[in-house]
């Protein structure tokens, strides 16, 4: 294993690598080399290649141990590192896209992704393996990825995090689009998760709780047990906490607008 000292060493190099190379004006990419032991998250990162025009979006992530690194170069192509081929990652993250598709789930989140991906082996799983305290359906590019990981979990209840209104739910893909997903979709895919283990459910999502027989009570009914959900929109900050209030300016200043509501099957 490298030393903490060396990896921030190299990471202070190629830090300074490019910040020279963007005074050149010229796009830069980037690119997430893991060295030695991956987790799932970081392959799935690496198996992009140099695609990253953001350097935050190579950057992100880092978990204990973590010994990967953000590589410029100056386009997509990239240059051949020893020991590094994008190619690899790609191969074991197309694995398991076979295999969720083969088990019926078409479209599937970064979450079921990684847990395939784990399933397949050749990566380790890192104790903050971006989805490994509850069932987050979300991509890893979407701004709330990143918090909805320092919700503090409450007694009796598996969180489960994922785009929602009223009505139902959506999650945000790679490219950032919403896509739809049915009640007995998410229900599937709640069930399937490694991360629940069949108790009550708290909704990590916006408004799903406000209506009576809207989207937590559909979803208490098909889960047939009970289900937690905030009655309007849910802001969660990069440390973990959550506040209820229907717009930003209001949620910044503590100004409530809604409360957690509980919803029992019928």
Request: glycine share 8%; hydrophobic share 35%; proline share 6%.
């Amino acid at each position: 294993m490298i030393s903490a000292a060396v990896l921030q060493a190299q990471r202070d190099a190629i830090a300074k690598l490019s910040d020279a190379m963007k005074k050149d004006q010229a796009p830069v990419f980037y690119c997430r080399v893991p060295s030695g032991d991956c987790c799932a998250f970081c392959a799935m990162q690496a198996a992009d290649g140099w695609m990253f025009s953001d350097e935050s979006k190579a950057d992100e992530g880092w978990h204990n141990d973590c010994q990967c690194i953000p590589v410029p170069a100056w386009d997509k192509d990239g240059y051949q590192i020893e020991g590094f081929d994008p190619e690899e990652y790609a191969a074991m993250r197309d694995d398991a896209l076979e295999a969720l598709a083969e088990d019926g789930i078409e479209n599937p989140t970064d979450s079921e992704i990684l847990a395939q991906m784990r399933k397949g082996g050749g990566v380790t799983d890192a104790a903050a393996d971006p989805v490994a305290a509850s069932p987050i359906f979300m991509s890893s590019n979407d701004p709330l990825f990143q918090n909805m990981q320092n919700v503090e979990p409450i007694g009796g209840y598996t969180d489960v995090a994922i785009h929602g209104n009223e009505d139902g739910f959506s999650y945000s893909d790679r490219s950032g689009a919403q896509v739809p997903v049915s009640v007995d979709e998410f229900t599937s895919r709640i069930q399937s998760s490694k991360d629940y283990d069949g108790g009550p459910v708290r909704l990590l999502s916006c408004s799903t709780g406000g209506y009576s027989d809207g989207a937590a009570q559909q979803l208490a009914d098909k889960l047939g047990v009970n289900v937690m959900a905030p009655t309007d929109t849910l802001w969660v900050y990069p440390n973990g906490d959550t506040i209820i209030s229907k717009n930003r300016d209001e949620a910044i200043k503590g100004i409530t607008s809604g409360t957690w509501k509980v919803f029992k099957p019928r």
